[in-house]
């Protein structure tokens, strides 16, 4: 799915949030990948509350949006690692964490804010282990 990006203006000097969905783009327990200006991200419904994460695993690439979400922790496709999808941490085997975006949803369209990653994108983008899945849907 190509979603459109679209630029919204704000009144903050940093933050800078881009249409990226609309929200019936993705079922609870669904999620999509979004590039954004560059940036791979993973929005994610967890219950009704969309996240925003980098969706390219620290590990060595995969891209998360393929994996599995179970109790609000995203499953990498490749090995299994575990990251919290609020937080980014990274649950197993842990010393690292992916970024997480702020969100905003106003009517039904989602919007991150792709100036304000919770820290920096660390990934090799030469090494990205891409999956034949385009969107994980609750099954
Ligand atoms: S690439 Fe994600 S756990 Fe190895």
Known sequence: MTLQVQEVPNNSRTARFIMAAKTNDISPGGCIDAKLEGHCIGIHNVDGQYYAVDNICPHVGGILHSGQLMDGVI?????????????????????????????????????????????????????????????????
């Open 75 to 139: 499953v990498c496709p490749i090995h299994q690692w575990k990251f919290d999808v609020k937080t980014g941490e990274c649950i197993w085997p842990g010393k690292c964490e992916i970024a997480t975006y702020p969100v905003k949803v106003d009517g039904d369209h989602i919007f991150v804010d792709i100036n304000s990653p919770s820290r920096p994108i660390q990934h090799n983008p030469t090494r990205v282990y891409h999956s034949k899945a385009k969107r994980r849907t609750k099954r």
